[in-house]
């Protein structure tokens, strides 16, 4: 157990909806990164923040968005769902940045977009 | 950025070495692997930093190649438990904290 929890377990929505994903970062853990991997793809980076602010951002679509709250739990939204979002989607909390601290990945959220 | 993995896939026995190759065409400040077995999370194997620190696991090792820009990890006397999809993930130099991930290399470890 990584001790990141990220609810829900699995996701089933149309397209077009919208939905949130949520992680609960490792105890003490200041960052939170997000990743999303499709069927044998890698994991594509998100984007990342780091106690509230957001630090490295990647590929994500103007469809997505995330933060980071106080209590350092992390929200993904995504929304105007197709067809192609459908993946598993990680989320990974570390102590420091991720220049040189391991991260931690949670469980994940699979999405089913229909 | 992405960093480029091989080989794509490798089949072994168990007892038998493999070594995997990261690199990137970016100078790099870290390297990170990790494990992910089929229907889980990434696990973390080591990261090596610019300067040559290390750290690692038992029986899996790895070099930084900064000048290259390449990194390899070695397995040692392959177990079964050591099959699934290995990860690089790479940092790049300059202070973005972007880790980006290569798109993995599949072992198989056989008895």
């Known amino acids: 157990d990584s001790g990141v929890t990220q609810t829900p377990k699995h996701l089933i929505t149309a397209t077009g909806q919208r939905v949130t994903l949520r992680c609960s970062p490792r105890?003490?853990?200041?960052?939170v990164y997000w990743y999303q991997q499709s069927l044998d793809q890698g994991l594509q980076f998100l984007i990342q923040y780091y106690n509230g602010e957001e630090r490295a951002k990647g590929n994500i679509l103007e469809r997505f968005s995330a933060q980071q709250f106080p209590d350092l739990h992390s929200e993904l939204n995504l929304s105007s769902l197709e067809l192609g979002d459908s993946a598993l989607y990680f989320c990974?909390?570390?102590?420091?940045?991720?220049?040189?601290?391991?991260?931690?990945f949670g469980n994940g959220t699979r999405l089913t977009v229909t | 950025q992405q960093p480029v993995q091989s080989p794509q896939a490798v089949i072994l026995r168990e007892g038998e070495d493999a070594v995997i190759n990261c690199s990137s065409s970016k100078a790099l400040y870290s390297v990170h692997w990790y494990r992910q077995k089929h229907g889980e999370a990434p696990v973390f194997l080591m990261i090596l930093l610019k300067g040559g620190e290390q750290k690692g696991h038992e029986k899996i090792s790895a070099s930084f190649n900064e000048k290259k820009q390449q990194s390899s990890l070695y397995l040692t006397a392959s177990q079964l438990s050591y099959s699934g999809t290995y990860f690089c993930g790479t940092t790049p130099q300059g202070g973005s904290e972007k880790l980006v991930f290569g798109k993995g290399m599949k072992l198989t470890v056989n008895p």
């Open positions: 105890s003490g853990d200041l960052s």
């Open positions: 990974a909390s570390s102590v420091g940045t991720g220049i040189n601290s391991p991260l931690h």
